[in-house]
């Protein structure tokens, strides 16, 4: 009887698992994946919205064809776009996978909250998509061709995403965004995307925001990889080229401490910012010194210059953004809550003292010598 019962019930199991799997094919071969999804703003206050879809068709005997669909709307707010949209796609659109949201700087410019805000509130809305601003129009950025075979929305999310590694962008989803720009105290530096040579989509720079507003600053290359040292951020690894001697050397960082400490003067209320980052790392190449030691403290004594160069550059970019990405205005209203409460954070910001403090250290020169 026992065995009986047993036979019965795998059965049962094995049905359950074969129908469950035919009712979640054709879930997904009635919905459309959106995949990418920009944002730009059209004349008057309206916005124009573009979609990336994946449409999956089922061909039988278990294969699919996967279609990557490029689709337009204008409205007034996101939540109008997103039903024209869907009012002109069949089946049911999905947004749950969204892997990119790309912003028009011109939108970015009047405000990235009334756009994100029906994203984040929805609880369709996929959180963990990453967030971008263009340069020019984003739907241009979407209408791209495809990359290695994939859809355009997915090889951008590899773009960001390779190019956070290297220490080239901050890592952003809807979710990091909006506590961002919602804290009086914090603002958010997005990955800025481009088109180069008319075809090539790129990833080297960040965008500064003040509030929820894209500055028109921007930060590309080195300077881009110092703002995210100073963030406190590093990828997998920072590769950077510094001129010494009249010759550039590669230097490569694998390993950061960072530091931050905000100081008020009790007779001025000047606000200074020290920020230290010890940086360690390698000596990948010095080609002037082939056949010669290398003089390690006089080198990291260099390279400290030439940080520190850039860290000021940095530094006086964030101001005149009035970009407090750094949090520097959480740290007074958490330890000088008094004067916190009497300052117009806006208008303060402007004359902090950034300071930023470099110490490279060379764990390694190669194999050479």
Same mark, same amino acid.
């Given at each position: 009887?026992?065995?009986?019962?047993?036979?019965?019930?795998?059965?049962?199991?094995?049905? &359950?698992? #074969?129908?469950?799997?035919?009712?979640?094919?054709?879930?997904?071969?009635?919905?459309?994946?959106?995949?990418?999804?920009?944002?730009?703003?059209?004349?008057?206050?309206?916005?124009?919205? +573009?979609?990336?879809?994946?449409?999956?068709?089922?061909?039988?005997?278990?294969?699919?064809?996967?279609?990557?669909?490029?689709?337009?709307?204008? %409205?007034?707010?996101?939540?109008?776009?997103?039903?024209?949209?869907?009012?002109?796609?069949?089946?049911?659109?999905?947004?749950?996978?969204?892997?990119?949201?790309?912003?028009?700087?011109?939108?970015?410019?009047?405000?990235?909250?009334?756009?994100?805000?029906?994203?984040?509130?929805?609880?369709?809305?996929?959180?963990?998509?990453? #967030?971008?601003? &263009?340069?020019?129009?984003?739907?241009?950025?979407?209408? +791209?061709?495809?990359?290695?075979?994939?859809?355009?929305?997915?090889?951008?999310?590899?773009?960001?995403?390779?190019?956070?590694?290297?220490?080239? #962008?901050?890592?952003?989803?809807?979710?990091?965004?909006?506590?961002?720009?919602?804290?009086?105290?914090?603002?958010?530096?997005?990955?800025?995307?481009?088109?180069?040579?008319?075809?090539?989509?790129?990833?080297? %720079?960040?965008?500064?925001?003040?509030?929820?507003?894209?500055?028109?600053? +921007?930060?590309?290359?080195?300077?881009?990889?110092?703002?995210?040292?100073?963030?406190?951020?590093? /990828?997998?690894?920072?590769?950077?080229?510094?001129?010494?001697?009249?010759?550039?050397?590669?230097?490569?960082? +694998? *390993?950061?401490?960072?530091?931050?400490?905000?100081?008020?003067?009790?007779?001025?209320?000047?606000?200074?910012?020290?920020? !230290?980052?010890?940086?360690?790392?390698?000596?990948?190449?010095?080609?002037?010194?082939?056949?010669? &030691?290398?003089?390690?403290?006089?080198?990291?004594?260099?390279?400290?210059?030439?940080?520190?160069?850039? %860290?000021?550059?940095?530094?006086?970019?964030?101001? *005149?953004?009035?970009?407090?990405?750094?949090?520097? /205005?959480?740290?007074? *209203?958490? $330890?000088? &809550?008094?004067?916190?409460?009497?300052?117009?954070?806006?208008?303060?910001?402007? /004359?902090?003292?950034? !300071?930023?403090?470099? $110490?490279? $250290?060379? !764990?390694?020169?190669?194999?050479?010598?």
């Amino acid at each position: 009887m026992m065995k009986r019962f047993a036979g019965l019930a795998l059965t049962i199991m094995g049905l &359950s698992a #074969v129908l469950t799997g035919c009712w979640d094919t054709q879930y997904v071969t009635n919905k459309k994946l959106i995949n990418g999804f920009s944002l730009d703003a059209a004349e008057g206050q309206g916005m124009l919205g +573009s979609v990336r879809t994946v449409v999956l068709e089922n061909k039988g005997g278990g294969q699919f064809d996967v279609k990557d669909e490029f689709m337009k709307a204008a %409205g007034d707010s996101t939540s109008t776009i997103g039903m024209k949209i869907d009012s002109m796609l069949p089946g049911t659109i999905e947004a749950s996978k969204t892997h990119v949201i790309i912003i028009g700087e011109k939108l970015a410019k009047q405000g990235i909250a009334a756009p994100l805000e029906p994203i984040f509130r929805s609880p369709k809305g996929y959180l963990k998509a990453k #967030v971008l601003v &263009s340069e020019g129009t984003a739907a241009d950025v979407l209408a +791209s061709k495809q990359i290695d075979h994939n859809p355009i929305a997915f090889g951008i999310k590899q773009i960001v995403e390779g190019a956070a590694l290297s220490t080239s #962008v901050p890592k952003q989803t809807v979710y990091s965004i909006w506590n961002q720009i919602s804290d009086p105290g914090d603002d958010a530096l997005l990955p800025l995307i481009r088109i180069v040579d008319r075809k090539t989509l790129i990833v080297d %720079g960040i965008a500064l925001f003040d509030g929820d507003k894209y500055s028109g600053i +921007s930060l590309f290359r080195e300077d881009a990889k110092i703002l995210m040292l100073l963030s406190g951020r590093i /990828g997998r690894l920072v590769n950077l080229g510094i001129p010494v001697q009249e010759q550039t050397i590669t230097f490569a960082g +694998s *390993r950061l401490k960072r530091s931050m400490k905000v100081t008020v003067n009790p007779k001025t209320n000047t606000i200074e910012c020290v920020i !230290k980052a010890d940086l360690y790392g390698s000596l990948n190449s010095y080609p002037s010194h082939l056949n010669a &030691s290398v003089d390690r403290a006089r080198l990291e004594k260099a390279i400290d210059a030439w940080f520190d160069a850039h %860290g000021k550059k940095v530094a006086g970019a964030m101001l *005149r953004a009035n970009c407090d990405a750094f949090g520097i /205005g959480r740290r007074l *209203r958490a $330890h000088h &809550s008094g004067l916190w409460r009497k300052l117009d954070w806006n208008e303060a910001y402007r /004359g902090v003292i950034i !300071k930023p403090e470099f $110490h490279v $250290h060379l !764990k390694n020169t190669g194999v050479i010598r």
